[in-house]
């Protein structure tokens, strides 16, 4: 049974890294020793050592120990026997590439659909969509593709803004690209706001969080979507 | 000769679509009584007809036609016989996506290193870059290349923002994007604020409008760049 937390953001303002999310974290990886980090989305560029002991210093306050999946000599194993894993935020085309060179895109998505308890925040969120091409990073590296493991049956725009009526700014909004992929695409995309998460349990998506989120669907109006909305319907 | 304006944006707040640009343009374009117009980026998923309404009703006020290039049967000779050409703004990806699938990429990097004046804006000015890889845009569409036309040795950031000091968003900054981008590549990045534009006559290339540019390179501080500056020799 899938048993996922997909947040929009591992940092809130004024918080630590991982902070308000650790209460849920050690109910939600209650059975882990050790959770398997995937640290490729490597934020700022630091390297996979210094993400994976940023994480680890998170999680040892909850008394959970944290591996990264570049200490291990082979990745598809590291992940067929992790407890848990965590996949950290970063640049999502970093990401998905490095998923792909070291072929664990599809056993990643195998892993948690057989019930291993994954966490993503921002760019580990957004692979659990059906596509990477919600995502608000750089291309500064080019993936062999945009599809992702499809563990929830539409796309994340993480880190979601809402226009800023004051602004001057004339570049276009969070909305409007959500707009232009959809003359595109059909795939639902839900706008998560810093602070907010869903949490997959088997078939089950149920918004979490402080804050509501937006729903765009390819020729219709956004939707808001107050917190606790069942979400297991959407595709 | 080259002779290119590559602009930031085409609206500025409060303006019309590119009225701060006319003045310029009447003279850019002074040789051309028609302007081949490339709408392939479709802002806000417009269509090619709508997109190129647009533009030819802001070139009547200074007398040029606009012929958009999806009106032709053949887009390399509509290229290679324009008097002018202008890209205009919207999808990155959709836009060299189009390029790409209609063989024009170094066709129309080709024309334009011939002499035939080009206006770029948004999207249109990124394709004069080595690379399309600072983008703000989504990923709607998956281009076979992130390589484009390459007729300035550096890249552009359109609609270049600053970080904004007061908001309580943590999603990563433009800067942020821009630092791991340069984790992996060695190009410079512009950020071209709105309301800037870079004129190129041959290889000399200089920064125009009221405001300051932003010069990233790869492991070092960024750089403010005055109006007026000679970046000739950026690369």
């Given at each position: 049974m899938?048993?996922?937390?997909?947040?929009s953001?591992?940092?809130?303002?004024?918080?630590?890294?991982?902070?308000?999310?650790?209460?849920?974290?050690?109910?939600?990886?209650?059975?882990?020793?050790?959770?398997?980090?995937?640290?490729?989305?490597?934020?700022?560029?630091?390297?996979?050592?210094?993400?994976?002991?940023?994480?680890?210093?998170?999680?040892?306050?909850?008394?959970i120990?944290?591996?990264?999946?570049h200490?291990?000599?082979?990745?598809?194993?590291?992940?067929?026997?992790?407890?848990?894993?965590?996949?950290?935020?970063?640049?999502?085309?970093?990401?998905?590439?490095?998923?792909?060179?070291?072929?664990?895109?599809?056993?990643?998505?195998?892993?948690?659909?057989?019930g291993?308890?994954?966490?993503?925040?921002?760019?580990?969120?957004?692979?659990?969509?059906?596509?990477?091409q919600?995502?608000?990073?750089?291309?500064?590296?080019?993936?062999?593709?945009?599809?992702?493991?499809?563990?929830?049956?539409?796309?994340?725009?993480?880190?979601?803004?809402?226009?800023?009526?004051?602004?001057?700014?004339?570049?276009?909004?969070?909305?409007?690209?959500?707009?232009?992929?959809?003359?595109?695409?059909?795939?639902?995309?839900?706008?998560?706001?810093?602070?907010?998460?869903?949490?997959?349990?088997?078939?089950?998506?149920?918004?979490?969080?402080?804050?509501?989120?937006?729903?765009?669907?390819?020729?219709?109006?956004?939707?808001?979507?107050?917190?606790?909305?069942?979400?297991?319907?959407?595709?």
């Amino acid at each position: 049974m899938k048993n996922i937390i997909i947040a929009s953001t591992s940092t809130l303002h004024g918080g630590d890294y991982l902070e308000y999310l650790l209460p849920e974290l050690s109910i939600h990886f209650k059975n882990c020793k050790t959770v398997l980090f995937i640290p490729y989305a490597r934020p700022s560029g630091i390297t996979h050592d210094e993400y994976t002991a940023k994480a680890a210093a998170a999680f040892s306050t909850i008394a959970i120990k944290i591996k990264g999946i570049h200490e291990f000599q082979d990745p598809i194993k590291a992940i067929e026997q992790a407890e848990g894993i965590f996949t950290g935020g970063g640049s999502t085309f970093v990401l998905v590439t490095e998923l792909y060179k070291n072929n664990i895109m599809t056993v990643l998505g195998q892993a948690v659909k057989n019930g291993t308890p994954y966490l993503g925040t921002s760019a580990g969120s957004v692979i659990c969509g059906l596509s990477m091409q919600n995502t608000n990073d750089m291309p500064i590296v080019y993936p062999p593709s945009f599809q992702t493991t499809g563990l929830i049956p539409f796309n994340i725009n993480a880190h979601y803004l809402d226009p800023d009526l004051n602004s001057k700014h004339m570049g276009e909004t969070r909305a409007t690209r959500i707009k232009e992929f959809h003359a595109y695409n059909s795939i639902p995309v839900l706008g998560l706001r810093e602070g907010s998460w869903l949490d997959v349990k088997g078939s089950k998506v149920v918004l979490k969080g402080d804050l509501q989120a937006i729903l765009f669907k390819q020729k219709q109006i956004a939707e808001t979507i107050e917190v606790n909305t069942d979400l297991s319907d959407l595709k």
